[in-house]
């Protein structure tokens, strides 16, 4: 299991602003920021049910290297972050909608943020 992720990104208000826009639809509505110290970068975190896990730091992104996917609670939600995402700015990959070649069950959508990194937004019932 993963505790937390940094992404780095170009310009880190334009994407404190979209994730700022986004990942509320997916409940993730705590926001904190880290103040570097010594070799340690600042980093714009947010979060949920008492955990900062998703982190953006400034610098070079590298989007290929890295997809990230969110757990969305119900098909609505996954359809939420969508939206939100693509009126924020977000390149559609995919729209939501049963993924068939993983599961019939998996629902999902895909965006790419404003540095070119992978976004999904996947609910999966069996999980829930």
Do not use: C
Request: negative net charge; proline residues 6%; without cysteine.
């Amino acid at each position: 299991m993963l505790d937390h992720i940094f992404l780095t990104v170009r310009d880190l208000s334009r994407s404190i602003g979209f994730y700022e826009t986004v990942l509320p639809t997916l409940g993730i509505t705590v926001r904190h920021d880290y103040d570097g110290a010594d070799d340690h970068p600042d980093l714009k975190g947010f979060g949920a049910n008492g955990r900062i896990f998703f982190w953006l730091r400034q610098g070079n992104p590298a989007p290929g290297a890295v997809h990230v996917s969110f757990v969305a609670n119900s098909e609505t939600e996954v359809q939420a972050a969508h939206a939100a995402a693509l009126a924020a700015g977000a390149q559609d990959l995919h729209g939501p909608g049963p993924q068939l070649h993983y599961d019939p069950r998996y629902y999902a959508a895909q965006v790419r943020d404003p540095d070119g990194y992978s976004l999904e937004f996947v609910y999966k019932d069996w999980q829930h």
